[in-house]
T-cell receptor
Framework: AQSVTQPDIHITVSEGASLELRCNYS??????LFWYVQSPGQGLQLLLK??????LVQGIKGFEAEFKRSQSSFNLRKPSVHWSDAAEYFC??????????????FGGGTRVLVKP | DTGVSQNPRHKITKRGQNVTFRCDPI?????LYWYRQTLGQGPEFLTY????????KSRLLSDRFSAERPKGSFSTLEIQRTEQGDSAMYLC?????????????FGPGTRLTVL
């Protein structure tokens, strides 16, 4: 069975500082990995995804993530946080069975607060 | 392309009533997923359609829940005899099979409150 752990429930960061959100996954094969962001009361917006190739993935809004197979991790980073980055961030793993759909398993989320 | 839409955005109902939610996927997407998200948690998979066929259901989907996608376009999720534990955000996502990652795009969700 696939699972995702986001160890940090809340993170507070000053505007302009760097941000790193941790994600650890468990999956028996090569995973699809995703980061989504959710603003209050809204749906999920895709930030970036990894399925093969270069282990450093660039996404929207200046975010990047690095896949480390040896550590079963897919951490999200941003060099300089803006106040608009305050939101909840979800890491997800999808199964890689093309004929059977891509059911996602999500972590519990990390809420990011940005101090002025 | 207007993205995934869901209606209604909010629904307040009394325990024991039936409710129905609608999801309109991105027009060319043949796969459609329903997830449920309770407060402070990540979304949990409920069910999945490829075209009009419902191919997988979670154990979370009790017999009070039913989902349809009659023409392979929009989908409805009905909850019968609602309970307070059904209060949650119900999210719909769509994707295109055959694309390299089957990436899911989410709608804004329907927030259900059962009184």
């Amino acid at each position: 069975a696939q699972s995702v752990t986001q160890p940090d429930i809340h993170i507070t960061v000053s505007e302009g500082a760097s941000l790193e959100l941790r994600c650890n996954y468990s999956y028996g094969a090569t995973p699809y990995l995703f980061w989504y962001v959710q603003s209050p009361g809204q749906g999920l917006q895709l930030l970036l995804k990894y399925f093969s190739g270069d282990t450093l993935v660039q996404g929207i809004k200046g975010f990047e993530a690095e896949f480390k197979r040896s550590q079963s991790s897919f951490n999200l980073r941003k060099p300089s946080v803006h106040w608009s980055d305050a939101a909840e961030y979800f890491c997800a793993v999808g199964r890689m069975i093309k004929a059977a759909g891509n059911k996602l398993t999500f972590g519990g989320g990390t809420r990011v607060l940005v101090k002025p | 392309d207007t993205g995934v839409s869901q209606n209604p955005r909010h629904k307040i109902t009394k325990r024991g009533q039936n409710v129905t939610f609608r999801c309109d996927p991105i027009s060319e997407h043949n796969r459609l997923y329903w997830y449920r998200q309770t407060l402070g948690q990540g979304p949990e998979f409920l069910t999945y359609f490829q075209n009009e066929a419902q191919l997988e259901k979670s154990r979370l989907l009790s017999d009070r829940f039913s989902a349809e996608r009659p023409k392979g376009s929009f989908s409805t999720l009905e909850i019968q005899r609602t309970e307070q534990g059904d209060s949650a955000m119900y999210l719909c996502a769509s994707s295109l099979s055959g694309a390299s990652t089957d990436t899911q795009y989410f709608g804004p969700g329907t927030r259900l409150t059962v009184l």
